[in-house]
C-alpha cells in the first residue's frame, strides 16, 4: 500500500474510534450515568498508601461492602476533622485485610473493622479473592503502576464508560442471556445502575437505582439467592479458631499504640432474618467482641440506626448513610476514639 | 513497564517527540539507551544493576575473545562470560528449582532437610537479554563476526526497550549495524509501526485477555475433573491466549521499533497453519527455534553425526528449550513431548524418503496393473487425507495443543487430570464453563485457525499492501474500539516470566 493510502487509513481510523468515544460517552451520559471510579485493586491499593497518617488525623475502615456504602466520607470528614481512609473491600471478609496491617510494623493509627458475619466467618475461596489480590497488588505494586494508575484516575475522573464492571467489554458481553448447562454456576450480575465509587472509595446507590424497583429487584434477588446456600455457618473448634485469628491481630496493632474497634451495620428485610437466624448475635457478635476484649458498636444497639432500612437489604441509601455515620461518630466520641488515651474496654455497647 | 499500560503511552509519546527532534545521533542514541534503563526500571528498579552488569562483562570480554589469539586465554574468557550470563540466570531463574529438588532428594534419601524459602524475585526478561549477550560473545568466540566498536551501540543493543523483555530474541548483525547510521521512521514507517502497535494491542489486550484467559484460568485452576467439552474448551482457549499474548508482544515490539526507524526481525509466522513439527518451530517463537538451532543444536553435532546421534542432539534441544521457559518439570515435559513429535517426525520422513527411492522398482508393477490392486487395499481418500496440507495442519494443532496442557499446568496432578477429563477417562466430571465462554473459545479457535490457514504463505505486511485503505482503516478501528472498551481487564504478558 502507498504511503498516501496508509495514512488515510490511520486517519480514517482515528476518526471512526473518535466518532465512537463521542458517542458512547454520550450514551451513557443520556442515560444517567456520571463518571466514577473503578473500585479495584489499583484505587485499593492508592488508600491503602494513606493507612499510615497518625491517629489524630486519619482512622482506617476495612470491612465489607456495608461500611463502604454506610459511612458517609464526607460527612465522618466534616464533623470529626478527620481523614477517613476507606479500605473495605467488597464482597470479601476483612480478616485477611486486618492481618495485613497487622503485620505491617509501620501502621499504629486508628481502625474500624465492619463485621458481616456471612463474609466475615467464612473461609470460602472466593470471600478472600479480592483481598488477597489488592494486598498482593499493594505490596509488588511497581513504579510503573502507580503512573498508570495516576494516569487512570485522571481519564476516569473525566470518562464515564471507563467503568470497568459496567461498561467493559466482559461486564456488556456478560449481559447476554444466554442459558447455561445444568450444574454451570455462574455469579449473577448486579444491576448497571446498582453501586458508584468516588475517588475516596465511597460507594453508594445513586438515585437511577433508588428509584428503580426492578433494579432493586434485581439485587435484592442477589440476595436471596445468596441467602439460600446451605452451607451450615461455622461452630466449634473452627469459631473458637477465627475468635483467637482476630484477637491476635487485633492485639498486635494494639501493641504498637494502634486503636481497633468493631462495628456491625444495618442490614434489613428478609436477609437480616436470615442473618439472624445463621449467626445469632449473641453467638458470633457478642462473642466475637468478648474473645477479642474491644469495643463493639452494632446496629440494633442504638434506637437511631436500629431503624433504619437498607432499601436493597443490605446496605444503606445515601441519606440514611448521614445519619448512621453521625451516630456512629457520637458513638465513637463517647469511646474516646477521638482522644489520644486508649479506648475504654468496659461496655459492649453504646 | 508494559507495553498494555497508560505509562507507557506516556513513555512512547515523550520518546517519539525526542526522536524526531534535530539532536545528533549520538544525542538520540544516549536517549534510547537512557529511555530502555527508565522502560526496565520502572518494572523493578535494583535489576538494572544486572543488566549493567551484563553488557558491560560482554563488551569487555567480546572484545578481548575477538582480539586474543591464545586459546587457553580465548576459552577462559568464553568460561568467564558463559559464568557470568548463565551463572545470573541459573540464580535468579533456576534457584528456587534447585534448591527444589535438591531438598526433595535428601528428604527422599532420610535426611531430614527443610531450608527457608530463599524468595529469589526473577528479574524481567532475564532469559531474553541473556540470550542476547551470550550470542555476542559465542561470535567473538568463533570470530564469526566483528566485535561492537562502541559500548553506547553495544548496550543500546542490549537494552534496547521493545525487544528488551520479551524479544524478539535479535542478534548483533540484525540490530547493530542499524544504530551506525542516523535514524528516523519515515511516514510510512511510522503509520505502519502505529498500525502494528495497534493489533499487537489488540491480540494481548481483546484476544488473550479479555476472551480467552478467564476460561483458560477456569479450567487450569479447577480442583475436580470436568466433562470433556469444558477441558477441551479450556486447553482450546490457552492455545489461543499463549499465541495472541506472546505474538502480541512481538507485533507490539517491532512496531514500537519501526516507529522510531528500526527493524526487528519477525517472531511468528501463523504458527497454527504449521504442516509439520518442525515447520511449526520455523513459525513460532522464529527467534528462539534460531537461537537454540545456531547456539545449541549445531555446536551438538546437529545431524552430522548419524540418525541416533541427531535423535539425541534434538530431545536435547528441545529439553532445554523447555527448560528455558520456566524453572519446573512441566516446562521439560512440554519441551519433551516437542522433542518427541520432531523425532517421531524426523523417523517418518527417513521412512517415506526411503519408500519413494524404491519407487522406480514398482513403476513395471503400475504397468503391469499390479498398482491397482495396492490402491484398493489403500483407498485414495484415506491417502489423499493425509497429504492433504489442512489435515496435517489439524494434526499439527492436536498435538501442540496436547503440549500446552502440561506448558500451563501448575502440576503434573492438574496436567493429568486436565488430559484424563479431555479424553472422558473420568467419571462424574463436572460442567464448569459458562455457555458464552464455550461459544466465545470455539469461534476465536475456528477463526484462528482459518487464519493462520489463509495467511500460511503470506504475512501482515503483504496483507496491508493489498487490502483497499477504507477497509483498512475500518478494521484499524474496531481494534482500537474494542481495545477501548476492554478497558483494564488485562494483565502482564504470560512470556515476562520467562
Known sequence: ?350 | MLFNSYTFIVFFIVILILHSMRFAWKVKKINLLIASYIFYAAWNPPFVLLLWLSTTVDFFVGRALYNEDNKRKRKLLLVISLIGNLGMLSFFKYGGFILDNFVTMVNALGFNYHPANPGIILPAGISFYTFTTLCYTIDMYKKESQPVKSILDFSLFVTFFPHLVAGPIVRPNQLVPQFQSPKKATRHQLVNGLFLLSLGLFMKVVMADTFLAGPADTVFTAQNSLLPLDAWMGVLAFSGQIFFDFAGYSTCAIGVAMCLGFTLPQNFRFPYAASGFSDFWRRWHMTLSAWLRDYLYIPLGGNRKGSVRTYVNLMLTMLLGGLWHGASWTFVVWGALHGIYLCAERWIQQIRNKTQLQTPHYIPAVAEGKQAARASMVPSFFTNLFTNQFVKMLFVFFFVTIAWVFFRSADFATAWRLLSSMFGRVNNGAALLPTLDIIKVSVITVALLGTHWLMRQSSVADLIKKINWKLLGIVWAVMVILLVLSQKSSDSFIYFQF
Open chain 1, 1 to 350: 500500500m502507498q504511503t498516501k493510502n496508509l495514512l488515510k487509513a490511520g486517519i480514517l481510523g482515528l476518526v471512526l474510534v473518535t466518532t465512537f468515544i463521542l458517542g458512547w460517552e454520550g450514551y451513557w451520559r443520556s442515560k444517567g450515568y456520571v463518571a466514577t471510579y473503578n473500585d479495584d485493586k489499583v484505587l485499593w491499593a492508592n488508600k491503602r498508601h494513606e493507612a499510615y497518617q497518625s491517629k489524630e488525623k486519619a482512622t482506617v475502615f476495612i470491612g465489607s461492602s456495608r461500611i463502604k456504602f454506610d459511612l458517609d466520607i464526607p460527612t465522618w470528614e466534616s464533623i470529626t476533622g478527620e481523614k477517613a481512609v476507606q479500605l473495605a473491600l467488597v464482597g470479601t471478609s476483612p480478616r485477611l485485610l486486618l492481618e495485613d496491617l497487622a503485620n505491617d510494623k509501620n501502621f499504629k493509627g486508628k481502625l474500624v473493622m465492619d463485621v458481616t458475619e456471612v463474609l466475615f466467618f467464612s473461609d470460602a475461596p472466593f470471600v478472600n479473592k479480592s483481598s488477597r489480590e489488592a494486598i498482593g497488588f499493594y505490596h509488588k505494586q511497581t513504579p510503573s503502576e502507580k503512573l498508570s494508575s495516576l494516569v487512570d484516575f485522571a481519564l476516569e475522573s473525566k470518562l464515564t464508560f471507563l467503568e470497568e464492571s459496567r461498561f467493559s467489554l466482559t461486564s456488556l458481553s456478560n449481559e447476554i442471556p444466554i442459558q447455561n448447562r445444568p450444574g454451570v454456576f455462574v455469579f449473577p450480575s448486579f444491576p448497571k445502575s446498582f453501586s458508584w465509587t468516588t475517588y475516596d472509595r465511597q460507594t453508594y446507590m445513586p438515585d437511577i437505582f433508588l428509584s428503580d424497583t426492578n433494579a432493586i429487584k434485581g439485587v435484592t434477588g442477589v440476595w436471596a439467592m445468596l441467602g439460600s446456600d446451605p452451607t451450615p455457618a461455622v461452630d466449634g473448634n473452627a469459631l473458637t479458631q477465627i475468635f483467637k485469628e482476630v484477637k491476635t491481630n487485633i492485639d498486635k496493632i494494639r501493641s504498637r499504640g494502634g486503636k481497633v474497634i468493631l462495628v456491625r451495620t444495618p442490614s434489613s428485610g428478609p436477609f437480616a432474618m436470615g442473618e439472624a437466624m445463621k449467626y445469632p448475635k449473641e453467638k458470633y457478635w457478642n462473642q466475637l467482641v468478648a474473645y477479642t476484649q474491644s469495643e463493639g458498636l452494632h446496629y440494633q444497639d442504638n434506637p437511631v440506626t436500629k431503624v433504619l432500612t437498607c432499601p436493597e437489604w443490605s446496605h444503606l441509601a445515601p441519606k440514611d448513610a448521614v445519619t448512621y455515620t453521625e451516630q456512629l461518630v457520637q458513638s465513637l466520641e463517647q469511646k474516646g476514639w477521638f482522644s489520644t488515651d486508649e479506648v475504654t474496654h468496659n461496655t459492649l455497647t453504646n
